[in-house]
C-alpha cells in the first residue's frame, strides 16, 4: 500500500501521462494483433489465391475486410507490404513509449533530488550535521535513481499488461475453448517458473553460506597454523576444510541438476 501512495505521489503531476503510455501500449499491441491476423490470408493466397472466405468472428471479419480490398493479382505482395507496414507502426509506438517513459524517468529522477535539496538546506542544522554524511549521500545520488528506475519499470510492466490485455481478448474473440487452454498452459508454465526460481533462490542461499564458511575456514587455517601444529589439530582441521568443501561442491552440484 505505500508503494501505491508513493507511486501515486509521484506520478500525480502528469497524470495524462501514464493515461497516453497506457493508450500507446494498447494501439501498438492493436497493431500488432492485426499483422499477424493478416498473415492467414496471405498463407491463403500463397496456397490457392482465392478470396479470403468468412470465418465467423469479428476478428477475422475484420482481418478479411483488409485483405480482401487488395485486389487478386496482387494480393501476396500487398498483403507482405501491409504487415510490414503495421509492423513499422507498432515498432514506431514502442519507440514512442519507451522516449516518453525514459523522459519521465529523467523527470522524476531531477524532482527527487531538487526536493532532497531543498530539504536538506531548510532543515534544522543541529539534525542534518548529526546525521551520517554517508547516507545522506546515498539518498540524493542512490536511492533517487531508484525511484525514478522504479517508475520506468512500472511503466515497461504498464505496457506489457496491455499486450496481453489485447492478445487475450484476441484469442477469445477467435476461439474461446483455444483460449482457456492458451491461459491455462501459461498458468502451468508460469507456476512451473515460481518453483524453480524458489529453489534456485533457496540453493543461492545455502551457496553463499557454504562459500563463507569455507572462506572463513581458509582463513582460519593460514592466520592459525601455527597453533595448530603446535596442539596438533592438524587432522581436525583437515577434515573440517574438507567438509566444507564438500558442501560447496554439493550445493553447486544440486543447482545445476
Given amino acids: 500500500m505505500e508503494n501505491i501512495k508513493l507511486f501515486a505521489r509521484i506520478i500525480r503531476p502528469h497524470p495524462s501521462l501514464v493515461i497516453l503510455l497506457i493508450f500507446l501500449g494498447l494501439i501498438a499491441a492493436g497493431l500488432e494483433g492485426i499483422g499477424i491476423g493478416l498473415l492467414i490470408p496471405l498463407f491463403d493466397t500463397m496456397t490457392d489465391g482465392v478470396e479470403v472466405p468468412s470465418q465467423g468472428n469479428i476478428y477475422m471479419q475484420f482481418v478479411e475486410k483488409i485483405a480482401n480490398t487488395i485486389p487478386t493479382e496482387n494480393r501476396q505482395f500487398g498483403l507482405c507490404i501491409l504487415i ?30 531538487d526536493e532532497l535539496c531543498d530539504r536538506f538546506l531548510h532543515a534544522d542544522y543541529g539534525l542534518i550535521s548529526s ?33 496481453i490485455l489485447v492478445f487475450i481478448c484476441l484469442l477469445f474473440i477467435i476461439s474461446w475453448p483455444l483460449s482457456i487452454v492458451t491461459i491455462s498452459g501459461v498458468l502451468i508454465i508460469l507456476t ?39 596442539f596438533g589439530q592438524e587432522s581436525k582441521e583437515e577434515e573440517d576444510f574438507k567438509r566444507n568443501s564438500e558442501q560447496v561442491r554439493t550445493v553447486f552440484l544440486r543447482m545445476y541438476k
Fill in 84 to 113: 510490414l507496414l503495421f509492423i513499422v507502426f507498432k515498432l514506431t509506438i514502442v519507440y514512442a513509449i519507451s522516449m516518453l517513459s525514459t523522459w519521465f524517468n529523467g523527470l522524476t529522477g531531477k524532482r527527487l533530488r
Fill in 192 to 230: 512451473s517458473n515460481r518453483i524453480i526460481t524458489n529453489r534456485v533462490g533457496l540453493l543461492s542461499d545455502k551457496s553463499v553460506l557454504a562459500n563463507r564458511n569455507l572462506a572463513q575456514n581458509m582463513m582460519q587455517l593460514l592466520d592459525a597454523m601455527r597453533i595448530i601444529r603446535i
Fill in 131 to 163: 546525521l551520517d554524511r554517508a547516507k545522506l549521500m546515498n539518498a540524493i545520488a542512490v536511492e533517487s535513481w531508484r525511484i525514478s528506475r522504479s517508475i520506468e519499470l512500472i511503466f515497461s510492466i504498464c505496457t506489457k499488461f496491455c499486450v
